[in-house]
């Protein structure tokens, strides 16, 4: 047992982001009626989600000196996402809880973005910080949303949803503005992807929480969205073609919050009786899910493989 918590000390930020990802990839195969596979891989997420419980309280010193560089810090805000997610899974039995851990994941998340902000932009304001992990600070707060459109407090919700979209129409085109400036440094060049995460979970809590969306507005997002995946995928071969490191982990989430909107977005389309928009996202939304099941589960072995050898080699 010793060593078990020994070990909860060389649990990176990473994981738990990569973890995020994975149970975000287990709710679209519950869309398709694969529910055991959501079961199993909520359970793992758990597990992960005590594991950083652990390392926080067994091995503070650890997680301080971490939380305190700009990097894992943004990260960090994945461990608040974990708990939305697993907080919605917990619902359907226990409602108390689940709507507990749903409260917990939103004000823990609302204060580790006004103690980023007031480390990192207002104290330490650079530009060369300015990396796309800070979409999973400022915009993952929207997970609540999306997992908890059916249980959760109605005025944070809203607020949540009007939140989303204006950190996204500003974070956005200033990231944008600073690749163009300045090209990331190659050890966070994987972060790129994470520009897919803050549009797909803008649309999809937008999708859950209006009940009549607007066509143009869905639309707009999801052609968005298309465009940067196409980017994304002309830039994978190159992505994939390096050692495995934790900075794989931003492969994970931003593809498996983009199949979730594009499963939305056909039955958006579906119940606008656009068959067409329907069948297309519909199918974009097969192939991306064979891709992201493929991509998630190899970031997810190496991520265990790097867990059970740390104690060994302390990276």
């Known amino acids: 047992m010793k060593k078990f918590i020994y070990n909860t000390q060389f649990l990176p930020a990473n994981a738990i982001a990569a973890t995020v ?80 851990l749903w409260y917990l994941a ?29 979409f999973v600070t400022y915009v993952g707060i929207l997970v609540p949303v999306v997992v908890g459109g059916q249980f959760g407090n109605p005025v944070i919700l809203n607020g949540l949803l009007i ?18 400036r300045q090209k990331l440094p190659p050890e966070t060049e994987l972060t ?58 931003a492969l994970t989430f931003p593809l498996a919050i983009a199949l979730v909107a594009l499963f939305k977005v056909s039955q958006f389309y579906a119940q606008q009786k656009n068959v067409l928009l329907e069948q297309v996202y519909q199918q974009l939304f097969g192939i991306l899910l064979f891709l992201t099941t493929v991509i998630i589960g190899f970031v997810i072995y190496q991520f265990i493989l790097f867990y059970l050898r740390a104690p060994v080699k302390k990276v």
């Open 21 to 100: 990802g994975l149970c975000t990839l287990s709710n679209a195969y519950r869309f398709i009626g694969y529910q055991a596979v959501r079961h199993g891989i909520m359970w793992f997420g758990g597990f992960v989600w005590l594991l950083s419980l652990l390392k926080i309280c067994c091995h503070f010193s650890v997680f301080k000196k971490e939380y305190l560089q700009m990097m894992p810090a943004s990260l960090y805000a994945a461990l608040a996402m974990l708990t939305a997610i697993l907080g919605s899974y917990l619902h359907d039995y226990f409602p108390q809880l689940g709507l507990g």
């Open 106 to 134: 939103f004000f823990a998340q609302a204060g580790h973005i006004l103690f980023f902000t007031w480390r990192y932009v207002i104290k330490d304001w650079q530009w060369s910080q300015f990396i796309p992990s800070w």
């Open 163 to 180: 939140y989303g979209f204006l950190i996204t129409l500003t974070l956005v085109p200033l990231m944008i503005f600073r690749l163009v």
């Open 192 to 249: 790129q992807t994470i520009f897919l995460a803050p549009l797909s979970l803008t649309l999809v809590s937008y999708l859950t929480l209006v009940s009549t969306p607007q066509t143009w507005l869905v639309a707009s997002l999801a052609g968005t969205i298309l465009l940067t995946l196409v980017w994304i995928a002309c830039k994978l071969p190159n992505f994939l073609n390096r050692p495995f490191g934790i900075g794989f982990a």
